[in-house]
Nanobody
Framework: VQIVESGGGLVNSGGSLRLSCVVS????????LGWHRQAPGKARESVAM????????FYADFAKGRFTISKDNARNTLYLQMDRVKPEDTAVYYC????????????WGPGTQVTVPP
């Protein structure tokens, strides 16, 4: 399994950004996947998760109402639409399966940096 995230960048507070994640060598529709993030000096945290078929979605409280997770099983691609971003959203964003006790099912990709200046 190889994971490559993209779409990060510098965005002003209140702006929008769409992150993408391509996961290769994986039967995409069979696995729950999602986004995690790690801000400087902080532990990695889950942002949003989506089930293999897309029926079940979870958002962290800070993401509810602002972020939207989606997936395209035909393209093996996961997305995160980030709207009304805030400076506290500044972090490296990664995609992977759900975290269980800090462990995730696949090797971490390089992540994509999102920076929202104060």
């Amino acid at each position: 399994v190889q994971i490559v995230e993209s779409g990060g960048g510098l965005v002003n507070s209140g702006g929008s950004l769409r992150l993408s994640c391509v996961v290769s060598e994986l039967p995409f529709s069979k696995y729950a996947l999602g986004w995690h993030r790690q801000a400087p000096g902080k532990a990695r945290e889950s942002v949003a998760m989506i089930s293999g078929g897309g029926e079940d979605i979870f958002y962290a409280d800070f993401a509810k109402g602002r972020f939207t997770i989606s997936k395209d099983n035909a393209r093996n691609t996961l997305y995160l639409q980030m709207d009304r971003v805030k400076p506290e959203d500044t972090a490296v964003y990664y995609c992977n399966g759900p975290s269980a006790g800090g462990n995730v099912p696949f090797p971490w990709g390089p992540g994509t940096q999102v920076t929202v200046p104060p």
